[in-house]
């Protein structure tokens, strides 16, 4: 099993709303990242859980928080968003602390805040 | 801080014709480097990766060598295809798991 898979694929909430979004793999990777992606620009890092403890958090806002609750699951919880936050969210994942290793992309959660 | 700069985009060749896409990279010690392609609504999938100088990676028909010289990783292919248009994204990572990603170069084949 290579693949990161990530629920939902798409999601519209509004700016009160409060909702999560999911990324899971079984391939004993324990790097998780999350990225947001702007139409028509790279991935920005937002966050890396290593061993499922925070180890990087990019200046993300608070409105965005991550969870790593076992070595398979990461998730991302939105709470009051702006529209601005509208993007691509890929969870990524990949071995240690192995800069040689590649990082597997799920297929991203399309994000529209209204 | 570590960085990649790729050659702007949109480039647009037809069915067969040579491809080049440059990149170089700014890193404190000794990255390892990536392309990867994203396919219209999909996420990454990695292309092709060097971890140390002089070493090439290559797949699906697609080359980069990794330049410590000229701390470059262009991405060649020798006769493109249609399905190969999509957006390309230079990337490196320096072992703490902090990947960066080149801004990325559309690709368009024609046939």
């Known amino acids: 099993d290579t693949e990161v898979t990530q629920t939902p694929k798409h999601l519209v909430m509004g700016m009160t709303n409060k909702k999560s979004l999911k990324c899971e793999q079984h391939?004993?990777?324990?790097?998780m990242y999350w990225y947001k992606q702007k139409a028509k620009k790279p991935p920005e890092l937002m966050f890396v859980y290593s061993y499922e403890k925070l180890s990087i958090n990019e200046s993300v806002p608070s409105r965005f928080s991550p969870e790593c609750p076992n070595s398979s699951l990461l998730n991302l919880h939105l709470h009051a968003l702006q529209p601005e936050d509208s993007a691509l969210y890929l969870c990524?994942?990949?071995?240690?602390?192995?800069?040689?290793?590649?990082?597997?992309f799920g297929q991203g959660t399309r994000l529209t805040v209204v | 801080g570590n960085s990649v700069t790729q050659m702007e985009g949109p480039v647009t060749l037809s069915e067969e014709a040579f491809l080049t896409i440059n990149c170089t990279y700014t890193?404190?010690?000794?990255?390892?480097l990536f392309w990867y392609v994203q396919y219209p609504g999909e996420g990454l999938q990695l292309l092709l990766k060097?971890?140390?100088?002089?070493d090439k990676g290559s797949n699906k028909g697609f080359e980069a060598t990794y330049r410590k010289e000229t701390t470059s990783f262009h991405l060649e292919k020798g006769s493109v295809q249609v399905s190969d248009s999509a957006v390309y994204f230079c990337a490196l990572s320096e072992g703490n798991n902090d990947m960066r990603f080149g801004a990325g170069t559309r690709l368009t084949v024609k046939p």
């Open positions: 990524a994942s990949s071995h240690i602390l192995q800069g040689d290793t590649e990082a597997f």
């Open positions: 391939m004993g990777h324990r790097a």
């Open positions: 890193a404190t010690g000794y990255p390892s």
């Open positions: 060097a971890t140390k100088a002089d």
